[in-house]
């Protein structure tokens, strides 16, 4: 019997996301990163928290000279779209240079 106890289901989880990634032939998941992939990566998360700090100052600035509260809902939400297109973004880049495909 095994030392290890019943497994997580996150565990589980990625036992099954393994095995999807194996069948479908993406391989990328099990190469090692090369420098310019990592730094590439960390390049694109910059870029990222560089927008979404740009976003946040400037939600907060329209935010201070908008009263009226339909207005600052439709800034908010405006805002949680741009957030998303910006995570959005970040990941297809970020999926494209583990792939190999650019930087």
């Not at 095995?19 to 990222?48: F, H, M, N, S, V």
């Amino acid at each position: 019997m095994a030392d290890t106890g019943p497994k997580s289901a996150v565990e589980l989880a990625m036992e099954r996301l393994r095995r999807q990634d194996a069948e479908a032939g993406d391989d990328a998941a099990g190469r090692p990163l090369t420098d310019d992939q990592k730094e590439a990566i960390a390049a694109a998360r910059r870029d990222y928290e560089a927008k979404v700090a740009e976003a946040e100052i400037l939600m907060h600035s329209k935010l201070a000279t908008t009263f009226d509260l339909e207005g600052r809902r439709e800034i908010e939400a405006n805002h949680r779209r741009d957030l998303g297109q910006f995570a959005s973004a970040r990941d297809r880049k970020i999926a494209a240079i583990r792939k190999g495909d650019g930087s």
